[in-house]
């Protein structure tokens, strides 16, 4: 199966999100983590809205089997539930892969900022967020579907 395109992906989000999509722009590479992705604008009678989309990798990658789209809409839903700073997941579809994000203002390379207190600030924010997640119980995750790890093997 070849990686989704947006002629396959953008007739679902219009008519789940009611609106047309005005303009976007294709994420692809590592920033993307190889999947297809689409930063929209979407136009609902004037009013605009941004969001991303993110597709799956296909079948093509044997690792999606464990390491899919849909296994990632489910932990940002949890973590989003926890209180964890990452997208909202807006909507999501199985058949093809595909989920609508809430659209996040931001810089994704840590290595342009420029002032020291800032990377200090934002390490130091980061930590405390790691902190928090890790603070959720297993259970909430294994809830999702997701195996608690037995023996150490598990953990890789």
């Known amino acids: 199966m070849a990686l989704l395109t947006h002629e396959e992906v953008f007739p679902w989000v219009e008519s789940t999100l009611g609106g047309k999509i005005a303009g976007f722009t294709r994420q692809g590479g ?6 297809p992705g689409w930063f929209i604008e979407l136009d609902r009678g004037g009013e605009g809205s941004r969001y991303y989309v993110r597709g799956s990798r296909g079948s093509d990658f ?11 809409v ?4 949890v973590l989003h539930a926890e209180g964890i700073p990452v997208p ?3 909507a999501s579809r199985s058949d093809p892969a595909v989920a609508i994000l809430e659209h996040v203002d ?3 390379d840590y290595t342009l ?3 020291a207190e800032e990377r200090d600030a934002i390490a130091r924010d ?7 997640w890790h603070a959720i119980p297993a259970e909430k995750f ?3 579907g997701l195996p608690l790890p037995v023996k150490p093997a598990d953990y890789m």
């Open 142 to 144: 294994e809830a999702i």
């Open 88 to 90: 909202e997941v807006v």
């Open 126 to 132: 980061f930590a405390q967020v790691m902190a928090r």
């Open 74 to 77: 489910e932990i940002l839903r």
């Open 113 to 115: 900022v420029a002032s």
């Open 62 to 72: 044997a690792y999606t089997r464990i390491y899919g789209l849909e296994r990632e």
């Open 106 to 108: 931001g810089e994704n």
């Open 30 to 35: 590592r920033e993307s983590g190889g999947r």
